[in-house]
């Protein structure tokens, strides 16, 4: 027992680590400048420290789809072996999907204006978690082979769906490519691609959490999995135009790394997947030799979705609603608000982890 | 410790992958005042910003080039990015992007370009409409893939005040003076206060420190005199080509026109619809000629079909005007006391005191030196009232007479 807890802290300290560059990027959203005229589906950066506090905010919904992948996997696992029935466990996952969609059209979306709107019909990064989800109970008793495979297939064909012709004119083909294939005002996060991170991470679980079950064999193999996704990435970016969406100028420079999100290109989800997987080893490493160092990201990485339900609301509420230095400043700004707010959050996260470890409330588990 | 090691390595991987500028992150002021990111490699592209309120069809040129433009209704802020590829650039798209960003930093329009080095294009444009936008300061952003390469600020201003910073920026001066020396190529004796009288004319003369640009072999200007009522007294267009000086730029009124108003006179000076140059003078009412006493020159006024057959009018006495009749004049000069090469005007002055015709004699050329004689016809479009005839010598009077012309 002890020793699973102690991979679940790693895991909750990643988390716990994007958790907080998410922090980063959304009190960037509300506290700098640069987003007055800034378009995320097309962005330019106006200086090396701009780009920065942007791009370390890419590395979030892939950590939090590949998470999510690998948690399911996980628990899919225990449960079962817990002597939970099959289809007991994946209806667990399917309503907590479920739970994710409605979380979003309810309060994730209102909570970005501080509540000022009640605006329900767009879906966002959580609802395409809560999908994914729902997908990987259909094939979360699969051979890892397979949904790598799967996960494989989604991504080499997805830069193809990407140029697919549709009337985008029509409410429902629109809605049906945002849901799944590209980004626009009804769904920035299209299912497809990240699905196939969540696969990814469903896949890489079975080695972290079962395979690798040293924690140097976890870091080598981890390192090596990891370094290889990068030079796949670096491969794809340099021989360019299949599963890259922008262009760039020069290797290093800030086109080459930044390129699309919204969808996510082949090369940003091969990079980011590396990253995602280097990092978790990076982790894992440190807990090993100096635990002390991120013990504190545990506790925002064990309550990730209320961790990111109320940051929002509490800088949608006092930085836009009440107008208090929204969009005023620009980096200096917006480290200063993002301090502040990681200790606000570090306080309120701690005190929801305490309930929620003692709660048998439904929705409170579930969140 | 090998482990350790790894960490180490991650450590600089990431902040490698947090993405390098291709540029130096401090930017310079060029000449034209854009804020400038210069590259650091040669590399790299090249380019420079100008802004403009037009540009000529033609060339499509620039003019009006500048950081202050009007708010008003079908005005423009055109942008013009001159780009630089070195050769060494392979042929890849390569991509602009030009944002204009508003007073509150927030987007108003991003283009976005897509070159290729065999494209002949190596101008980026792009512009917006002023009508309906807030004064102040906005900013011109260029960002070459996804990275600021340049800015250049720019200013809103209210039309009136862009009028006086377009005239400051082309430099242009408009002085008058009542002569103009061909020769000297200036205007002798500059001024701004005139006084009417007989053959008088105002002139004005433009002088340019920045030249604008010709419009293929030509270059337009328009001259507008605004009398003190505000009406337009006189306009003209000048066009100007390519090679004739455009130092030389100059325009014309007579003052001594009887309805010619006295006031403050404004002379603007137009390039296409922008005023460039504005000046005022005052007009003032004709001087008051002095006296210069000569001796006694008795003046004898006929009236008649010609001067043989003509009747003398009495001191008294009052001309009737009828078809093809004339007043003939007769100056006695033989007590004056002056030069026999002397040179005398005739004036004729109607009943307002106006000079409607006069005449130079030079006294050598007469017939009889002593005697100076003029006419003039006497119809019915002749006003009735008091006219008077008087000789000017010096510019100044030594004689004078008055008769009255009455209806028939």
């Known amino acids: 027992m002890t020793a699973v807890k102690k991979r679940f802290d790693y895991i909750d300290q990643f988390r716990g680590f994007i958790g907080i560059l998410m922090l980063l990027g959304h009190s960037s959203y509300y506290f700098n400048d640069l987003w007055l005229a800034f378009d995320p589906l097309n962005p330019l950066f106006p200086s090396q420290g701009q780009f920065i506090l942007r791009y370390i905010g890419y590395l979030c919904a892939p950590g939090f789809l590949i998470m999510a992948g690998a948690m399911v996997w996980l628990s899919y696992q225990r449960s079962v072996e817990k002597g939970t029935k099959p289809l007991k466990a994946k209806w667990y996952y399917v309503q907590r999907g479920l739970f994710l969609v409605l979380v979003q059209m309810t309060w994730v979306n209102s909570s970005w204006s501080g509540f000022a709107r009640f605006d329900p019909w767009h879906l966002g990064i959580i609802a395409s978690i809560g999908i994914s989800v729902i997908l990987l109970t259909t094939v979360i008793t699969t051979r890892w082979y397979i949904r790598g495979l799967i996960a494989a297939v989604i991504l080499i064909i997805h830069p193809f769906l990407v140029e697919l012709n549709y009337n985008v004119e029509s409410v429902w083909q629109s809605a049906l490519m945002q849901l799944f294939v590209i980004s626009g005002e009804f769904n920035k996060y299209p299912v497809l691609p990240w699905f196939a991170l969540a696969l990814l991470g469903s896949v890489m679980a079975g080695f972290w959490f079962k395979v690798w079950n040293d924690s140097k064999k976890r870091f080598i193999y981890s390192f090596i999995v990891g370094g290889v996704f990068v030079l796949v990435a670096l491969v794809v970016r340099l021989v360019g135009v299949y599963g890259n969406i922008f262009e760039y100028s020069e290797i290093g420079s800030f086109a080459f790394f930044a390129d699309q999100k919204y969808p996510p290109s082949l090369f940003h989800n091969l990079w980011f997947f590396g990253w995602v997987v280097l990092f978790v080893a990076m982790f894992q490493a440190i807990a090993k030799y100096a635990p002390y160092l991120t013990r504190f990201l545990g506790i925002v990485g064990k309550v990730p979705m209320f961790y990111y339900a109320i940051h929002i609301a509490i800088l949608g509420i006092f930085v836009k609603r009440f107008d208090f230095l929204y969009r005023e400043g620009g980096i200096t700004t917006t480290l200063i608000g993002f301090a502040v707010m990681l200790v606000v959050m570090m306080f309120l996260a701690r005190w929801f982890y305490k309930i929620k470890a003692r709660s048998t409330n439904y929705l409170i588990r579930m969140i | ?408």
């Open chain 2, 1 to 408: 410790m090998n482990d350790k090691a790894q960490i180490c390595f991650f450590v600089l991987i990431l902040l490698f992958a947090a993405g390098c500028t291709t540029r130096q992150s401090e930017p310079i002021l060029t000449e034209n005042n854009t804020i400038y990111y210069t590259p650091k490699d040669s590399m790299q592209v090249k380019v420079s910003v100008e802004l403009g309120r037009k540009f000529l069809k033609a060339t499509r040129q620039p003019i009006f080039t500048g950081q202050h433009f009007p708010v008003a209704k079908d005005e423009t802020v055109h942008a013009w990015v001159d780009l630089d590829m070195p050769d060494e650039l392979s042929n890849a798209e390569q991509v602009f992007h030009i944002q204009w960003v508003g007073t509150h930093g927030d987007d108003l329009y991003t283009k976005e370009f897509n070159l290729r080095m065999d494209d002949t294009a190596s101008v980026l444009y792009s512009s917006i409409f002023t009508e309906g936008r807030e004064q102040g300061n906005y900013n011109l952003r260029i960002y070459y893939f996804r990275e600021l390469v340049a800015e250049k600020h720019f200013y809103l201003v209210d039309s009136a005040k862009y009028a006086d910073s377009i005239s400051e920026n082309v430099g242009t001066t408009l002085s008058f003076g009542e002569k103009y020396s061909r020769k000297k190529q200036q205007l002798l004796n500059p001024d701004t206060i005139f006084h009417k009288g007989p053959g008088k004319w105002v002139n004005t003369v433009v002088r340019f420190r920045n030249e604008p640009p010709f419009e293929g072999d030509q270059v337009k200007f328009k001259v507008e005199w605004l009398a003190p009522n505000g009406d337009v007294a006189y306009d003209k267009w000048i066009k100007l080509n390519r090679g004739e000086d455009i130092d030389l730029l100059r325009s014309s009124i007579s003052i001594d026109d009887k309805d010619r108003d006295t006031g403050l006179y404004t002379v603007n000076l137009y390039w296409f619809d922008q005023r460039i140059a504005q000046n005022q003078f005052r007009l003032k009412p004709q001087k008051k000629m002095e006296w210069l006493h000569v001796g006694h020159i008795p003046i004898t006024f006929s009236i008649g079909k010609s001067r043989k057959s003509s009747s003398p009018l009495s001191i008294q006495a009052k001309a009737t005007a009828g078809k093809g009749e004339k007043i003939y004049a007769s100056i006695d000069l033989s007590n004056a006391r002056i030069n026999p090469n002397a040179t005398f005007e005739i004036q004729w002055l109607n009943p307002e005191g106006i000079v409607f015709f006069s005449k130079k004699k030079k006294l050598s050329e007469q017939k009889n030196p002593a005697k100076v004689l003029g006419s003039i016809s006497l119809n019915s479009k002749r006003d009735t009232g008091k006219y008077s005839l008087r000789l000017v010598h010096k510019g100044k009077i030594i004689a004078q007479k008055s008769f009255n012309v009455v209806n028939k």
